[in-house]
């Protein structure tokens, strides 16, 4: 289990572009014109989730809306490690509540 907020977002930012972009050369060019080099040389100073959100696109470092209701996050991700082929769900707060009012509910 695992808290899922912006924070935490801006914080995993670094390893989860690396593993997305690293293998690409600086000269690699995306759709608007961009290259990866550029990109990377705007990103040396950008720590802040404002200033990455300017350079990349905001859902970089949004955390997962809830998969139950659509919301936004924060979120709590349960189930397994997040791949191709993981069992993993991400939950806001709100439906944490829900569930554990059926769970109570349940037990009578
Ligand atoms: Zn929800």
Sequence with gaps: MKVCTQ???VAEFPAAWQAQYGHLPDSFRFSDGRTLGGIRE???SATAAEHIAAIVHLSW???PGC???GGDGPTVQLGDEPDHESNTAWICGGCLRTALD???AARG
């Design 42 to 44: 705007d990103l040396r």
């Design 102 to 104: 059926a769970l109570e």
């Design 67 to 69: 998969d139950e209701c």
């Design 61 to 63: 470092i949004e955390p």
């Design 7 to 9: 924070e935490t977002a």
